[in-house]
């Protein structure tokens, strides 16, 4: 695994360089699409023969889709590339929600509850911070609740034994929590969003590898 880690790691650099600059109209889109064929891959090297493979496959073919679309959305700022990317998304952590759910015995009931009030601090947040979502608004709200499940039921997972599922849970969280700033928010400079747009990348893709480690 420290080979494919090490690769997946330098993949993700790469990303780094070309996201929100002169670079990124004509390769951020493309190398977005290798890092996350590469977790594909990560995943099916280490599961291909398992029965374990098809716990995570859809979701993170889900967050692949999701992963193009986004990608697209950063390069022509078209809202159908974001609005269809939030649905991939969302499918993609109602998937790992019920990985999680899986391989455990049951699930605290607030877990599904707790989630409602994520919910409404972005409905605060959405004119405490002047976030600009539009038509989106309503779209991103039904997404924070399943996000907020997601990672809730990680943590849940990582009080149990499961550490790397809860470390992961939280960065996959703060990840979308950056997207509100990154997508939603007006930056006065473009240094301030490019290190908003860093913290999103690696959190995700972290996110991403700890989940297929936790197999």
């Not at 015995?105 to 911070?129: G, S």
């Not at 309503?138 to 809730?152: A, G, H, R």
């Amino acid at each position: 695994m420290i080979l494919e880690t090490i690769i997946y790691v330098a993949l993700i650099i790469a990303l780094f360089a070309v996201c929100d600059n002169r670079f990124s109209r004509r390769y951020y889109v493309p190398l977005k699409v290798v890092c996350s064929i590469s977790f594909l891959i990560i995943l099916g090297i280490n599961q291909f023969f398992s029965e374990k493979l098809g716990l995570l496959i859809w979701a993170l073919l889900a967050c692949f889709v999701g992963d193009l679309l986004m990608g697209l959305y950063n390069t022509y700022l078209r809202k159908q590339f974001m609005a269809i990317g939030i649905i991939a998304f969302m499918l993609g952590h109602v998937g790992l929600l019920n990985y999680m759910c899986r391989i455990t015995d049951k699930t605290n009931v607030l877990v599904y509850i707790l989630p409602l009030v994520p919910c409404l601090l972005l409905v605060a947040m959405q004119k405490w911070c002047h976030l600009h979502m539009g038509s989106l608004f309503i779209p991103c709200i039904i997404y924070c609740y399943f996000v907020s499940t997601m990672t809730l039921k990680a943590l849940e997972c990582g009080l149990n034994g499961l550490p790397l599922l809860g470390v992961a849970g939280i960065l996959f969280f703060l990840s979308d929590f950056t997207i509100l700033f990154l997508y939603f928010y007006h930056f006065r400079n473009r240094s301030s969003k490019r290190l908003i747009h860093y913290i999103n990348l690696a959190t995700y893709y972290v996110a991403i590898l700890l989940f297929i480690y936790s197999l």
